[in-house]
């Protein structure tokens, strides 16, 4: 048997764009925020290379996760509530399954609230680390409007692109997709192999997330110059969190950063009291510009490897009866879980 037919038989289905709203009720759950790799429309959009299975269970949404590139299973972060009784169930039953399947049990992209919560649960031994180049960035919605709309260097910022080009902007629909994909191929596939684009191409990303904006309740905007786009961004707002999800810019239009940011804020993100601009994949240019667009602070994603799990025999779990009561998970000597 399979992981994909092991998967199916434990009730997980794959991942698609009907299915955020399943996935909304466990983020509005959330003690703190998650990943931008954990938004819904970042994990539809690279649903080709990194290809998710979901169920709930437990009073979480548990995800699993093939990475195409680096060709093996992660189980993704619990969506939910995190209680360390509640985590600890959950994690119980996971790594039951993943034992059953006879692979590793790898969590990938935690956030840094939630790792008390794995490091806690009875039994558990892990091997963790993180990657410099895929933490978030993170900005205060104050300081993104200073610093990444007004711009640092005011003689190049919105206002000069607005005065020198004479542009349109439109809200982004379906009915954009193939300018759109016209504009990647002109600005990055004639200049680049496929074998480039690591983590999926990037034509297929831009696809599954256009084609699927109101399911994803994601919104963008395109730019147009002369007939053509020279620029499209995507953005999604949860509970304060704003998200960046794509942005594409043609060279040479100085001031359309800040402009498709001005835009996009204005539009969409003005609940956002803080902006996830995702990571820098370790891309030396990437991370220069990252840096200097304003204050930020970087929020790690862990990965975790289970080493050893030993549950203890006085650990007991709880099961509600049938009039609603019950008692939450204990360790021996009264200590809560």
Known sequence: MNMEQRLAGEGFRKLSAKDRERFVRYYDQMNGYWASSLCFADMVAWNDSFIIYWKETLGYMECAAYDTEKKRWVMLPFLGRYTEGGISRALEQ????????????????????????????PGASWEIWNDRGLCDYLYTAEDFCRYGIEGKEPRYNWKYFQRKYQTETELLTPGHLESCLDFLERIWCSTHQCEECQYGCLKKTAASVITSLDQLNAHGIAVIYEGRIIAYSIVSCYHGLGFFEFKKTERGFRGINEYLHKECFQRFLREAKVINYSEDMGLEGLRAYKSRLAPYTL??????????????????????????GGKESTMEGGKRV
């Open 94 to 121: 996971a790594v039951s399954f993943w034992k059953g399947a006879g692979l590793p049990l790898i969590i990938a992209d935690a956030a840094e609230w939630m790792m008390p919560y794995y490091k806690k649960a």
């Open 299 to 324: 929020a790690p994603r862990y990965e975790l490897k289970l080493l050893e799990y030993r549950l203890p025999s006085h650990f007991r779990n709880c099961e509600k009866d049938t009039r609603g």
